[in-house]
RNA sequence: GCCGGAGUGGCGGAAUUGGUAUACGCGGCGGUCUCAAAAACCGUUCCCGAUUUUCGGGACGAGGGUUCGAGUCCCUCCUCCGGCACCA
């Protein structure tokens, strides 16, 4: 037999699957569904190997369940609006369109070049006008469910570059192309009230069993939800001040209040010029801090005591009013009342301003805090009435205290914020609404979706607009209402929201009259398997289920929550070279592993993501030449367990290629066998043995596949197998040929769903006509997976002193007859007394002696 | 600081969930083939000690505990990685 020629057999199958479209599905009432989906690239040129991973993942999945009889929805799109396109634009100066399109054209051949079994026909990208008038759709959808609304915001903005910038375009608090310092300016923009359904999401990530538990916790973590109350303090000489507390207990400890500089009170408070005038600085200097700096550890707390004072409604003092940086507007009410003893920031910003600090929580009745400030719980002090109580006692108390005076109640607070929609940018999809000098706000009529990106347009920046507000053919429209001349909106929405129902359409991707038909998606969805980065644990899987619960409550979904299971796969690294004069150099320019080849100082190496900016990419091309896509694809997910990622290491790949080599020659020494009809009933003691290493590798392989990804070891099986049968057939080659058959079948479907070029000629050569597609996934027989005979450990004092080989199944008094006759155990026992032997059937025999 | 996750040979990693620690692969070493090398194939490979085909001892980040028995469970500590972070 010739040998593994996998160039000509990969392009054989997968002109085979271009032909015969074996993975195209439709709804079907006989057959159960299964929908396995990788979260869809963003275009940027060629496929990575962090894509091999996630879509060969997905693909061993895919097509196991079809094996397994389900009818497998798995699409694949793209993610095609978004930054990079402009910017290869402004800097190649091709159009977005182009460059976009040209880079999907290409990914497409290379993932048909992995073998991949994507239903192409559905395929869309987010950018295709067939795609984003149901995205502009689902925005007018939201508009009219009161779930989209405009508000004043701050955006990022580069006075060099006069443009406006995305939060991802500013680093370290500078433009990413000039380095200037980026600004804050106020725009009126576009949001969405995911704030509508926060409970509703925190609530039902408790339903999502087969998520990972740290994405939940992320998710968690940042919708934020705490327990607190709101407390109202009346200001000196009239008005007041709201505050949020988590520790309504330590309130007999708040000796001043701070109000955030954005706060609406910061300005109406000072009556002295003086104050009034340093209070703007500060709220000045604080707006133009950006969010990077302000969150870099700890920024020195400034502040300005704004000459007003205010009630503590408990103690009745007069404390001081102070405005200060520390203190953020965007969560609770802008406002907090300071307690220094218990609280760090407080604490920090008293002893700048020599505020008075008061212990009001302390460990323990009559105790004191070792250390001041102390967050913990305990029992209060210097709080009159409820001096002694508990922590949580108090809080109950003081809010019936504060509901009886009407200043107060609990509540709870969220971190989770409105999700601003606008973009000032170009290459996204145009936000569907219309504004009209007499009519105000509209939106664009349905029958008038989509609202096209103009292609002919001019991308210099031009200040605090939206490109599109540059093509006076797309600016000016009509009014849907009078019919008089009107504007479009310029702005142009986030990516996210392209890539948040997407799931949705590739069920159902033909339609032209509607996004989805219900139908459809009734059947597909929600998604058995969702596979990707972690990177998306946030921003994307809440976007999702957001727009998820928004389309169930309006009656379009049956389903709450888009992805049954979510899999986060790990990254790929490799080694990167960095130079303190040329930054990152491109390892394989390093020769010496030491020296920067430009300056020859010494450079620092380190185990980065792979990306271009670090020059540490390998490209699966590398593989696929050498050694071709099967090995590639085994090679991604044989390195590590899915979860975690890993160092690419070239050397490891041969390993797999001379597995695959191994399965070959195997499998080819028996052509035609699957047309013999043969018993494969085992007659002696070797038969056995392979019909047992069949039945075991098909019960672990399934296993591992259908439990948490762990394609790791189900490939260490499959090698497992091929050293064991080779094994067996050099030491007897008069094998039963029905065993055989058995096992050699058996061989070739459990490597399938990984090697699937590979697989699908060694069936042929096997003699079988039919793809194995569709073939039935191998079933084990318990009875063929537990040997008969076995080696049992026996322990003496918790050390394995002696084995045995017996019956799988025995009594019990007969094993522990044969314990006590065997040579070793007698040795170790001489001059001992056995006080208790153990027997745990099928595993071991404990014995322990007195001591 | 808070919340997650992980520490096992030279390396990537296994371990039926409390039952023979190191499966599978890489790398190393030895061999076959060859004029030679590569490739391929075969053997070997946790560490230490000896009386060296055998035997004894030690090892799963460190220490302690529970147990006949712990990589696995409990407590204390150390290190690394990821997320969040002036969230009141």
């Known amino acids: 037999m010739k040998n593994y020629d996998f160039q000509n057999i990969e392009s054989k199958w997968q002109k085979i699957w271009e032909e015969q479209k074996p993975f195209e599905v439709e709804i079907s009432s006989s057959k159960p569904k299964c929908y396995v989906l990788e979260m869809f690239p963003y275009p940027s040129g060629y496929l990575h190997m962090g894509h091999l991973k996630n879509y060969t993942l997905g693909d061993v999945v895919a097509r196991y369940k079809r094996m397994q009889g389900f009818n497998v929805l798995h699409p694949m799109g793209f993610d095609a609006f978004g930054l990079p396109a402009e910017n290869a634009a402004i800097k190649q100066n091709i159009h977005p369109k182009k460059w976009t399109y040209d ?17 192409f026909r559905r395929q869309f990208a987010t950018s295709d006008p067939e795609y984003y008038q149901w995205t502009q759709w689902l925005f007018l959808f939201l508009y009219k469910q009161g779930l989209a609304y405009q508000k004043e915001a701050l955006v990022n903005f580069c006075p060099h570059c006069q443009t406006v910038l995305a939060n991802e375009q500013v680093i370290a608090g500078g433009c990413w192309r000039c380095e200037t310092k ?31 538990e740290h ?42 209040m701070v109000l955030a500089p954005e706060h609406p009170l910061s300005l109406e408070l000072p009556q002295d010029p003086g104050i009034k005038e340093a209070t703007k600085i500060l709220i000045n200097k604080s707006l133009l801090t950006p969010e990077i700096e302000r969150s870099a550890e700890e920024i020195p707390k400034e502040g300005i005591f704004l000459g007003r004072h205010a009630f503590n409604p408990f103690t009745c003092e007069k404390i001081p009013i102070f405005v200060a940086n520390y203190v953020l507007s965007e969560y609770g009410t802008g406002a907090i009342m300071a307690v220094p003893a218990h609280d760090t920031r407080d604490y920090d ?27 913990t719980y305990g029992y209060l002090i210097n709080s009159g009435p409820y ?56 939106p664009v009529n349905e029958e008038d979706l989509p609202v096209r990106l103009p292609e002919e347009i001019d991308f210099t920046p031009r200040g605090m607009v939206s490109p599109l507000a540059t093509s006076e053919e797309f600016l000016h429209t009509t009014c849907p209402q009078c019919g008089g001349s009107a504007r479009r909106e310029t702005d142009t929405m986030d990516t996210f929201m392209c890539s948040s129902w997407y799931y949705l359409r590739f069920a159902s991707p033909f339609s032209d009259r509607e996004p989805f038909i219900k139908k459809e998606i009734d059947y597909f969805l929600p998604v058995d398997y969702y596979i990707g980065g972690v990177e998306h644990a946030i921003l994307h899987l809440l976007y999702s289920r957001f727009i998820t619960k928004a389309l169930y409550d309006s009656g379009y979904l049956n389903f709450k929550e888009p992805f049954s299971r979510l899999f986060t796969q790990g990254m790929i690294t490799h080694t990167a070279c960095w130079c303190p004069s040329h930054y990152w150099i491109p390892p394989k320019e390093v020769k010496d592993e030491k020296y920067c080849p430009k300056c020859y100082t010494e450079i620092t190496l380190s185990l980065e993501a792979m990306s271009k900016s670090k020059g540490n990419i390998v490209l699966p091309e590398t593989i696929f030449h050498k050694y071709g896509a099967d090995t590639g694809r085994l090679y991604v997910l044989f390195a590590a367990p899915a979860e975690r990622e890993f160092e690419w290491k070239e050397e490891s790949v041969s390993g797999i290629f001379r597995f695959l080599n191994r399965v070959w020659k195997l499998v080819t020494s028996y052509p035609s066998l699957s047309l013999k009809e043969l018993d494969s009933h085992p007659q002696n003691k070797d038969e056995e043995t392979v019909k047992l290493i069949t039945h075991k590798t098909i019960k672990k392989v399934s296993k591992d596949i259908e439990n948490n990804f762990r394609f790791n070891t189900a490939i260490a099986a499959l090698m497992e197998m091929v050293n064991d049968l080779k094994a067996i057939i050099e030491k007897e080659n008069s094998l039963n040929q029905g065993v055989l058959k058995e096992a050699i079948e058996s061989l070739v479907l459990l490597i399938s769903p990984f090697a699937p070029h590979l697989a699908e000629e060694l069936w042929e050569i096997l003699g079988n006509q039919k793809s194995l597609t569709f073939q039935k996934w191998p079933v084990y027989q318990e009875n063929w997976v537990k040997e008969e005979m076995i080696e049992l450990p026996i322990q003496i004092d918790g050390r394995v002193r002696s084995k045995l080989i017996v019956l799988r199944v025995i009594e ?31 595993k071991i025999i404990s014995l322990h002696t007195e001591r």
């Open 103 to 119: 880079s999907i054209a290409h990914i497409k051949k290379q993932m048909k070049g992995v073998g991949l079994s994507y239903d």
């Open 182 to 212: 980026v600004l804050k300016n106020s725009l009126k923009q576009w949001f969405l009230k995911i704030t509508a359904y926060t409970e509703e999401l925190l609530l039902e990530l408790d339903t999502l069993s087969e998520w990972p």
């Open 215 to 256: 994405v939940k916790t992320m998710q968690k973590n940042w919708i934020g939800k705490s327990y607190g109350a709101q407390v109202t303090f009346p200001i000196v000489g009239g008005g007041e001040i709201e505050i949020f507390t988590t520790r309504l207990d330590t309130i007999y400890g708040a000796t001043f």
């Open 349 to 375: 910003f008293a002893l700048k301003f020599n505020l008075p600090i008061r212990e009001v929580v302390v460990p323990q009745p009559g105790t004191h805090c070792e250390n001041l400030p102390d967050q």
């Open 387 to 442: 001096n002694n109580l508990p922590s949580e006692e108090a809080t109950i108390k003081m809010a019936e205290f504060l509901q009886e005076k009407l200043l107060g109640k609990l509540t709870v607070r969220y971190k989770l914020r409105d999700w601003l929609l606008s973009r000032q940018r170009y290459w996204g999809a145009p936000i569907p609404m219309i504004y009209c000098d007499f009519c105000g706000v509209l």
């Open 812 to 842: 019990e008094e007969k094993l522990r007859e044969l314990v006590l006759q065997d040579e070793k155990v007698l040795k170790f026992l001489a001059g001992k007394k056995v006080k208790g032997i153990i027997v745990v059937p099928e």
